[in-house]
């Protein structure tokens, strides 16, 4: 069905929407049975990578010179990792640090977020482990003591990880406290229900399936509008100097 040429897809300087209908497959190197919709990366001026990877059973990622995190949004995959393979279904994740040479096989059809980005690493600090978990297992969190805006951080509060991924859950009606400018970018994809983000100077309405960029200070701010509640998964840059990616 055509849509004569319309779309809530966006692209501005500072931030990205893309809605499910202008999605484009790719495959990247080393996929099998397995297609990629790359939501952003450095050609846009991302200091990461996120893509969603559609998954046929027994379809395989293709590697990554950089560390990775995988959420599974749909179906389940196995994470081989040293001889060891682990089940994640839905809702479960894995973060697999720069260099551990692994594989992600899916056991059946499904859909799984993927965040690959560059490790900086730290003097002073061992680089982060292996971890393979799930949301279930990680405590929520009143954002700004709103118990109707619920946070859960799937990583580690430590110092080694220079990237944060963590879930929010909004009850309808419940929205951020503030207009938020800060250093960090964003990733987000919306998992559940939906509402209005404001990005820069503009408001969209958005719902699940979407993804969104935001850049370093972007504005921003979403509420949550309809009769259940509105989820996201959101990626930021995470406890590193601002002045850490200038080249020396
Ligand atoms: O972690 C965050 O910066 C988060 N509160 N931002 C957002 O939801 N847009
Ligand atoms: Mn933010």
């Known amino acids: 069905m055509h849509n004569l040429g319309r779309t809530r897809s966006s692209q501005q300087s500072n931030h990205l929407l893309l809605t499910a209908d202008s999605f484009v497959r790719t495959t990247l190197p080393g996929m099998k049975s397995c297609s990629a919709v790359v939501h952003v990366g450095p050609a846009l001026g991302a200091r990461f990578t996120e893509y969603t990877a559609e998954f046929e059973a ?25 001889g060891k393979s682990s089940e994640v279904r839905a809702r479960g994740y894995a973060y697999l640090p720069e260099g551990l040479r692994h594989r992600v096989v899916a056991n059946q059809a499904g859909r799984v977020a993927v965040i690959e980005k ?68 964003h990733g987000l994809i919306m998992l559940e229900g939906g509402g209005i983000y404001r990005l820069g100077d503009s408001w969209y309405p958005v719902t699940a ?13 979403f509420g949550a509008i309809g009769k259940v509640p509105a989820k996201y998964l959101i990626y930021k840059n995470w406890n590193r100097h601002p002045l ?4 020396r």
Not at 58 to 82: S, Y
Not at 145 to 173: C, I, R, W
């Open 118 to 185: 560059p490790y900086q690493a730290l003097d002073s600090f061992e680089p982060p482990r292996l971890i393979i978990s799930n949301e279930d297992a990680v405590c929520s969190q009143p954002l700004d003591d709103d118990p109707a805006l619920q946070v859960k951080h799937l990583l580690p509060d430590e110092m080694s990880f220079d990237f944060a991924v963590n879930t929010m859950v909004y009850q309808p009606g419940a929205s951020l406290s503030m207009v938020e400018m800060h250093v960090m970018e």
């Open 58 to 82: 027994a379809g395989e990622l293709g590697g990554t010179t950089a560390q990775r995190f995988i959420f599974v949004i749909e179906g389940a995959v196995q994470v081989q990792v040293e």
């Open 209 to 221: 399936g979407d993804f969104i960029w935001m850049g370093p200070w972007c504005p921003q701010w």
């Open 244 to 247: 850490a990616d200038l080249p």
